[in-house]
């Protein structure tokens, strides 16, 4: 399954195994904003969706990048992206 295919009810179980810890956390703005910070991951709104990427040490292209309809489940499907692959 693709990481963009994931829906809101999956993420807290994928995002624990991504993060290699045995607890499914919270999904909420404390964790979201320290993997942006700790990942340097980066978020942009366009119109109704929310954008999150990682761009890595090369700056002319994404690594990463996961569109959603909200922030949170953009920034937590571009660190599973990060961390396990596109598929999983």
């Excluded at 290699?20 to 990942?39: A, Q, R, S």
């Excluded at 499907?77 to 596109?86: A, D, M, T, W």
């Amino acid at each position: 399954m693709k990481v963009s295919e994931l829906n809101a009810n999956q993420l807290p179980a994928v995002l624990a195994n991504a993060m290699k810890v045995k607890n499914v956390p919270e999904l909420n703005w404390d964790l979201c904003g320290k993997l942006i910070e700790k990942e340097k991951i980066s978020l942009v709104r366009s119109y109704s969706r929310w954008t999150a990427f990682y761009v890595g040490p090369r700056s002319d292209s994404k690594e990463v990048e996961q569109t959603a309809d909200t922030a949170i489940e953009a920034i937590v499907k571009c660190y599973i992206e990060k961390k396990l692959g596109n598929e999983i």
